[in-house]
Structures are given as structure tokens and as C-alpha cells.
């Protein structure tokens, strides 16, 4: 496989952290997807360990360290982009977060956690599109939002 191809993830088949590299323009400290266990055409469940030497929690919160709300769902919008970045027509673009509806966040996400992003296409159009996402610790939701973004050349 070259630089600029990627497989097709089965649900038995994870992809890991440097497939996902391949479709997602985002690495360190910003990438927050690790691996993605199950895609289909228009759903995707990844995973992001959680660890106390993330740089967010030097000052989020020192003395309590707590995951930034805008993270969770950052988090869930790349997943979303690797559903929508993996599809050949869309390969080499670029998905623009343009918008949340709906978040709510249920539950505090700390070092140690393990977040399940769990993700589904709503509504593609042209450009636009609309993902639910969910992301969940021990089974627990931790953070719900839909989520608008474009496609960009």
C-alpha cells in the first residue's frame, strides 16, 4: 500500500494509529482517535485511551484532571472523518468542523479512561454532512452531540 492508499476496515479487522494517520491530516498532541475497531459505510466505533500525560490536564484541571468537554467532541468529529475520508471519492480532502447541535455531556472523562467514540452518518450531501456521535466510558455516555462539517479540495 502507498502513502495515499487505505484499506477498508472490516468490523473483525482494527485499523490502527498509523492507518488512521493516512486519512486524518491531524497528529500530536491533536490526534485523538488511537484505533478504530468496527466501520461500515456509514457508521464507526473508535477508541481513545485516555492517559494522565496528556497535555490538556497540565492546566485542565491541575489539582482535578478532566477531559475538555470541546475534546470529547473533537474526538468524535475525527472519527467521523475517517468514515468520510476513507470513501475513494473523498480521499486527499479535507472534513471542516463547522458546527455542534444537541451536546450534552453526561459524565467526567479522566486519566485512565477509555472512550468508545461510537459514530453514524446522519446526512451527506455534496459537501455538507451531519454525524450523531456518542462517547462512552465503562458503558456510561460521557458526551452526545450531532455534528456538521464540509468537505474541502
Given at each position: 500500500?502507498?502513502?495515499?492508499?487505505h484499506?477498508?476496515?472490516?468490523?473483525?479487522?482494527?485499523?490502527?494509529?498509523?492507518?488512521i494517520k493516512?486519512?486524518?491530516?491531524?497528529?500530536?498532541?491533536?490526534?485523538?482517535?488511537?484505533?478504530?475497531?468496527?466501520?461500515k459505510?456509514?457508521?464507526?466505533?473508535?477508541?481513545?485511551?485516555?492517559?494522565g500525560?496528556?497535555l490538556?490536564?497540565?492546566?485542565?484541571?491541575p489539582?482535578?484532571?478532566?477531559?475538555?468537554?470541546?475534546l470529547?467532541?473533537?474526538?468524535?468529529?475525527?472519527?467521523?472523518?475517517?468514515?468520510?475520508l476513507?470513501?475513494?471519492?473523498?480521499?486527499?480532502?479535507?472534513?471542516?468542523?463547522m458546527?455542534?447541535n444537541?451536546?450534552?455531556?453526561?459524565?467526567?472523562?479522566?486519566?485512565?479512561?477509555?472512550l468508545?467514540?461510537?459514530?453514524?452518518v446522519?446526512?451527506?450531501?455534496?459537501?455538507?454532512?451531519i454525524?450523531?456521535?456518542?462517547?462512552?466510558v465503562?458503558g456510561?455516555?460521557?458526551?452526545?452531540?450531532?455534528?456538521?462539517?464540509?468537505?474541502?479540495?
Amino acid at each position: 500500500m502507498t502513502e495515499k492508499q487505505h484499506r477498508e476496515v472490516s468490523p473483525n479487522s482494527p485499523m490502527e494509529i498509523e492507518e488512521i494517520k493516512k486519512i486524518l491530516p491531524h497528529r500530536f498532541p491533536f490526534l485523538l482517535v488511537d484505533r478504530i475497531i468496527e466501520m461500515k459505510d456509514s457508521r464507526a466505533v473508535g477508541i481513545k485511551n485516555v492517559s494522565g500525560s496528556e497535555l490538556f490536564f497540565q492546566g485542565h484541571f491541575p489539582a482535578r484532571p478532566i477531559m475538555p468537554g470541546v475534546l470529547i467532541l473533537e474526538a468524535l468529529a475525527q472519527v467521523g472523518g475517517v468514515i468520510m475520508l476513507s470513501k475513494s471519492e473523498n480521499r486527499g480532502k479535507l472534513a471542516y468542523l463547522m458546527g455542534f447541535n444537541e451536546a450534552r455531556f453526561r459524565r467526567t472523562v479522566v486519566p485512565g479512561d477509555q472512550l468508545r467514540l461510537e459514530v453514524e452518518v446522519l446526512k451527506m450531501k455534496s459537501r455538507l454532512g451531519i454525524i450523531k456521535g456518542v462517547a462512552k466510558v465503562a458503558g456510561q455516555e460521557a458526551c452526545a452531540a450531532e455534528i456538521m462539517f464540509t468537505l474541502v479540495e
